[in-house]
């Protein structure tokens, strides 16, 4: 089965798996049958063959159209029956569910976490704990599918749906959208990190840190002056820094760096080295004036100002 299926990542796998197999039988066998009839009777039934072509006694017609017709009906009931039942249960989250929402728009899947941690196009979550995805859609209709969880679910603006699974291995399973949502939707990719629930609480206090980092950076970066000249209100001529982080960088001399942890650090402490093309290079250094934890905050508050794709509009 296994060179046929995807992985089968989460607990309601098996249950869809046997459900695509069962159809999978039933509709080789009706089409068998029919083939078979076929045949058969094309062969009995030939022009100049001895076969009886009169009517079929009474009782015989009557019993046999009520029961291959009942035969049928249950059979299909019990199709219906087995495959809502696996398609609502999709639907019904346990309670007591780990809560996750999910914002799809062109073209990324954002995520945030019940203590405020944000993820883009990436979902980290504890294995065997049932998590519920709560999805919403900024512009246009999406839909969330993880092949290896067996799950799919559309994400419809102005509507909240949900969904929801308990992963029961571990590593990164594919995100997809489903649903055409434009140029890039082929690209609306991200992934399910599936981790061991000590990693996953590690994990998400890390990510509680780097918040309340990004807080006391925020304030740092009204106390400092950085706001004056920054702020997009600020009449002083000096790059926004929304987006910056992540980005690629045109200096000065011509170079284009990558704005990661390191850059953002020089460029506050030495601001005078990577210069940024267009501006003049009034900033001050900072070297003398903030601690390294000070440093670090407005590093964790520039980054939470948002990556390139955070900052698309
Ligand atoms: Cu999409």
Redesign the pocket.
């Known amino acids: 089965m296994d060179r046929f299926f995807p992985i089968a990542a989460s607990e309601q796998a098996a249950g869809v798996d046997r459900l695509f197999t069962g159809l999978l039988i039933v509709a080789a066998l009706v089409t068998l049958l029919v083939l078979v009839l076929i045949l058969t009777f094309a062969i009995r039934y030939q022009r100049g063959s001895a076969a009886f072509r009169g009517p079929l006694p009474e009782v015989y017609r009557r019993e046999f159209e009520v029961g291959w017709t009942a035969a049928t009906l249950l059979l299909f009931l019990f199709l219906f029956w087995w495959a809502s039942s696996i398609n609502l249960s999709a639907l019904v989250p346990p309670t007591g569910a780990m809560d996750i929402r999910i914002v799809?728009k062109q073209?990324m899947w954002k995520a945030q976490h019940g203590n405020g941690a944000r993820e883009i196009n990436e979902v980290h979550v504890p294995i065997g704990t049932p998590v519920r995805l709560t999805m919403e859609s900024q512009d246009v209709i999406?839909s969330f599918f993880v092949p290896e969880f067996r799950i799919k679910q559309d994400v419809v603006p102005g509507l909240r749906t949900q969904t929801w699974f308990t992963a029961t291995k571990l590593g990164t399973f594919q995100i997809l959208?489903t649903?055409y949502?434009g140029t890039d939707?082929s690209a609306?990719r991200g992934r399910v990190v599936v981790m061991r629930a000590e990693d996953f609480a590690t994990w998400l206090s890390g990510q509680a840190q780097g918040i309340e980092a990004a807080h006391r950076g925020a304030a740092l970066f009204e106390a400092q002056g950085c706001a004056g000249c920054h702020a997009p209100t600020s009449s002083i001529h000096a790059p926004r820094l929304a987006g910056v982080f992540g980005s690629k960088v045109t200096l000065a001399d011509g170079r284009t760096v990558t704005a990661d942890q390191n850059y953002i650090r020089d460029s506050i402490l030495e601001p005078g080295r990577d210069v940024v093309a267009g501006y003049e290079p009034i900033m001050p250094s900072y070297a003398e004036v903030l601690s390294e934890d000070e440093l670090e905050s407005l590093i964790a508050y520039v980054r939470s100002l948002g990556t390139t794709e955070a900052a698309q509009p």
């Open positions: 799809a073209w999406h959208c649903e949502c939707h609306m």
